[in-house]
């Protein structure tokens, strides 16, 4: 039986959370403005068959699968929002599953830490990520949520709110986290509209 975790659809990929994602994708890399939609379901080998029933349905592209012992993730995009959103609907038909039959999101940890310390944020940017670089001075937001794929609604609907810098978005694993950065105010923005996400996702199809 394959059990569905995350089943996220996001109309538009903002401009940094695109490239950020193109950074790790391992298939064809989404642009600014395309339509996706994130799945993650257990077993993790079920997610090849999901994958191969969306590709071949659909006109979708696979940006990126990644596929561990417990859980798997596919995320699949394209420009027009029709094509993703009938993927998703045929998706969840072959697996028996509907849209609210997807784990709860749960945030583990969230808070903002303001006026980083050069020290601080050297040591930030120094460690492994794919994101741009915070500076001193900022404020930064961290989120921290389970399951992992639902970190990449919160990071675009962040994106969308305030001018702030995405830093870090981790989607795959057990937690998801996202790391942004910019003036206080921004980032106060931001961290309401990504929490506001995650108690309450879309992806409807």
Known sequence: ?????TYVYVDSLQPQLAEYMAT???????????SCLWVE?????AVHRLTDIAL???RVHLAQQVVEREYGSMVIHHRDQS?????????????????????????????IIRGMTPDHTVLINRQDRRGSMILPEQSMFILETEPAG????????AEKAANITLIDVKAVGAFGRLTLSGREADVDEAAAAALAAVQNPTGTH
């Open 1 to 5: 039986m394959i059990k569905l975790r």
């Open 24 to 34: 790790v994708s391992q298939g064809f890399l989404p642009v600014p403005g395309d």
């Open 41 to 45: 379901v257990s077993p993790g080998m």
């Open 56 to 58: 071949k349905s659909t």
């Open 83 to 111: 094509d993703v959103r009938e993927a998703g609907r045929i998706l969840l038909s072959r697996i028996g599953a509907q849209q609210t039959d997807r784990a709860d999101c749960k945030v583990a940890w969230h808070e």
């Open 150 to 157: 639902y970190i990449i609604y919160a990071a675009n609907q």
